[in-house]
T-cell receptor
Framework: GEDVEQSLFLSVREGDSSVINCTYT??????LYWYKQEPGAGLQLLTY?????DMKQDQRLTVLLNKKDKHLSLRIADTQTGDSAIYFC?????????????FGTGTQLKVEL | GAVVSQHPSWVICKSGTSVKIECRSL??????MFWYRQFPKQSLMLMAT?????????EQGVEKDKFLINHASLTLSTLTVTSAHPEDSSFYIC???????????FGNGTRLTVT
């Protein structure tokens, strides 16, 4: 079955690093994604990683994937107040209809001055 | 990058009326689009997969007669909430990808309030 879990809340100080964790259950995931959602808005694709990769870095964002433990993390370096939002991880399972995403519960990141 | 446009951004309607939400891929063709629903402070739940030129595929528990999906062209999918009730009030978001198994891009969502 498909089940994606995240911690609900994370608070960090401006300038510190944030690490948001995600666990998933479906080992046949092809891609794993991180999306950002600001209040009242849609989802913004931040980054994604193919399931045969261990790490991907994109400017301030670092994604780590431990496929054995089915654990995904997103590290945001030098966190800024503009990073405050809800972050969703999602796993992609290739189906006849295309890449169907299952979303995690979302982690609300609060950046304090 | 890929852009997905959703319209309207918000809508308030009376109970019993129908509401149509449009989802357009602006700079690419999408044979498949997805419709999600999000309740306050919750995650996104897939409602249905919209397939161009054929019937939509609905997730378990989603009433296909209530949530009508039409994918008439490679750049447009519509979701019509028929005979809306207050419990249908929610945030509806569509998504699309350029090719199968490539990252999904999302519209900005439509906030529906049924009074």
């Amino acid at each position: 079955g498909e089940d994606v879990e995240q911690s609900l809340f994370l608070s960090v100080r401006e300038g510190d690093s944030s690490v948001i964790n995600c666990t998933y259950t479906d080992s046949s995931s092809t891609y794993l994604y991180w999306y950002k959602q600001e209040p009242g808005a849609g989802l913004q694709l931040l980054t994604y990683i193919f399931s045969n990769m261990d790490m991907k870095q994109d400017q301030r964002l670092t994604v780590l994937l431990n496929k054995k433990d089915k654990h995904l993390s997103l590290r945001i370096a030098d966190t800024q107040t503009g990073d405050s939002a809800i972050y969703f991880c999602a796993e992609s399972i290739d189906s006849r209809g295309g890449n169907k995403l299952t979303f995690g519960t979302g982690t609300q990141l609060k950046v304090e001055l | 990058g890929a852009v997905v446009s959703q319209h309207p951004s918000w809508v308030i309607c009376k109970s019993g009326t129908s509401v149509k939400i449009e989802c357009r891929s602006l700079d690419f063709q999408a044979t498949t689009m997805f419709w999600y629903r999000q309740f306050p402070k919750q995650s996104l739940m897939l409602m249905a997969t919209s397939n161009e030129g054929s019937k939509a595929t609905y997730e378990q528990g989603v009433e296909k007669d209530k949530f009508l999906i039409n994918h008439a062209s490679l750049t447009l999918s519509t979701l019509t909430v028929t005979s809306a009730h207050p419990e249908d009030s929610s945030f509806y978001i569509c998504s699309a990808s350029r090719v199968r198994n490539s990252p999904l891009h999302f519209g900005n969502g439509t906030r529906l309030t049924v009074t």
